[in-house]
């Protein structure tokens, strides 16, 4: 069965935003929303520290306390490993964005734009049903089932492939079937250690972060 996963690989991200950029343009999130994020970090002991920036977001897991926590089962989990989110019968009440231990959910109440005035841009992808409901990123789960519907293959074709990864300008993102262990992000996990975040509270993340050779233990450096 298909699960759809990403990986970041922590050795190449410059934290250069862009796919930060790259995720507003395409859903046109108002400001102060951020469905994909890069932490900035540091870790050791002068004068031995390390910079690392770590891309953030929704991590689409297994099992995922903020479907579990939703009262009206507006957030849901697809066979396919996404999450999603129905605007139509959220009720705003937040209890999501409470229990998400990513910090990966927004609750807008009333419609913002970057300059005070809706651009064209903002105007033409602008979404009213996203008002005073959670939202998240969603791995761009119209672009995934666009491009399959064509014959693409997520993670490999552009046009099905989210745009985050698309635009990252160091490689450090892939996207692909972590069930298939020919694709991309399979390979990936398997050649290189790996953790996934906050793996011990059991959600089972669907986001894996690369940092090391295959040939050592999977621990969290």
């Not at 250069?16 to 400001?31: F, V």
């Not at 734009?113 to 809706?118: C, D, Q, S, T």
């Not at 959600?203 to 233990?217: C, E, Q, R, T, V």
Request: with cysteine; glycine share 6%.
């Amino acid at each position: 069965m298909t699960r759809w996963a990403m990986t970041a690989d922590l050795r190449r991200c410059v934290g250069c935003q862009t796919c930060t950029a790259a995720c507003k343009h395409a859903n046109a999130t108002p400001p102060g929303v951020q469905w994909r994020r890069v932490l900035d970090m540091e870790f050791g002991t002068f004068p031995d520290v390390t910079r690392v920036f770590v891309p953030v977001g929704c991590q689409h897991c297994d099992e995922p306390s903020c479907m579990t926590v939703c009262p009206t089962t507006a957030t849901r989990k697809r066979p396919d490993g996404i999450v999603t989110i129905d605007y139509d019968i959220c009720i705003g009440c937040a209890y999501c964005a409470v229990a998400c231990p990513y910090q990966a959910r927004y609750k807008t109440d009333r419609a913002s734009f970057a300059y005070g005035r809706a651009s064209e841009h903002e105007r033409a992808r602008f979404d009213e049903r996203r008002l005073a409901v959670a939202t998240k990123c969603t791995f761009c789960v119209d672009r995934i089932d666009a491009g399959l519907e064509k014959g693409l293959k997520p993670g490999v074709d552009p046009e099905a492939t989210p745009a985050c990864v698309n635009a990252c300008i160091a490689e450090a993102l892939a996207f692909g079937d972590i069930e298939d262990p020919e694709s991309n992000v399979a390979r990936l996990v398997a050649e290189n250690r790996h953790f996934r975040m906050h793996e011990e509270l059991g959600n089972g993340p669907g986001f894996y972060y690369l940092w090391d050779g295959a040939d050592a233990s999977e621990d969290e450096p």
